[in-house]
């Protein structure tokens, strides 16, 4: 199981990201998959998650509104969508399959 996570870097407050998970090593198609975020200093916490087919999603209250998860299962790609960013969204953002290791994650840097 391998996760690569890239889309990260310095975004301005309001800005809109797109973050990427490639996966590979398994049957992804098969796996429901979610975003988790680490901030300095804090808990890692999921930010969202998607089925399988991605036919449902969820999204925790922080991030709700704003952050749209989807995945193309052709090219085993799970993404981001992030919007209206602020400082607080600032963290390493984690792709997370329900086995194997976590990815080395992508910075997600907000401010002005």
């Known amino acids: 199981v391998q996760l690569v996570e890239s889309g990260g870097g310095l975004v301005q407050p309001g800005g809109s990201p797109r973050l990427s998970c490639a996966a590979s090593g398994f049957i992804f198609s098969s796996y429901d998959m979610s975003w988790y975020r680490q901030a300095p200093g804090k808990v890692r916490e999921m930010v969202a998650g998607?089925?399988?087919?991605?036919?449902?999603?969820k999204y925790a209250d922080s991030v709700k509104g704003r952050f749209t998860i989807s995945r193309d299962n052709g090219k085993n790609t799970m993404y981001l969508q992030m919007n209206s960013l602020k400082p607080e969204d600032t963290a390493v953002y984690y792709c997370k399959a329900p086995i194997g290791p976590w990815g080395q994650g992508t910075q997600v840097t907000v401010s002005s």
């Open positions: 998607i089925t399988f087919s991605g036919g449902s999603t």
